[in-house]
């Protein structure tokens, strides 16, 4: 079993910057992602990146704002968050799959974080 630990949360104003870590236990994995749930919504999938060519997607909603990266060697990824909005404010968690995935499909990734706390005040 993967063990995902994520950091990096906090508190900022719209406009902010904030980085999100994850750190992981085990290399045998085929793409990460992060995925984050809204007060009262469904998790949904904001950036995955594939560990054999670094091929990373990000959703539409966070395109051009956010940064998905990751350090093999230190077993990290990260999500760069720079001029963030109300509407990011959501528990961010990390994921990890094993093998493909079919796009944001959350029920494709076996192991996640318990996930950190990210809020965005206007």
């Known amino acids: 079993q993967v063990e995902l630990v994520e950091s990096g949360g906090g508190s900022v104003q719209a406009g902010g910057s904030l980085r999100l870590s994850c750190k992981y236990s085990?290399?045998?994995?085929?793409?990460m992602a992060w995925f984050r749930q809204a007060p009262g919504k469904g998790s949904k999938g904001v950036a995955r990146?594939?560990?054999?060519?670094?091929?990373?997607y990000l959703d539409d909603s966070v395109e051009g704002r956010f940064t998905i990266t990751q350090d093999k060697a230190e077993r990290m990824m990260y999500l760069q968050m720079n001029n963030l909005k109300p509407e990011d404010t959501a528990m961010y968690f990390c994921a990890a799959a094993r093998n493909a995935v079919r796009g944001w499909r959350a029920d494709d990734f076996e192991d996640w974080g318990q996930g950190t706390l990210v809020i965005v005040s206007s």
């Open positions: 085990d290399l045998h994995y085929y793409v």
């Open positions: 990146i594939y560990d054999l060519d670094g091929r990373n």
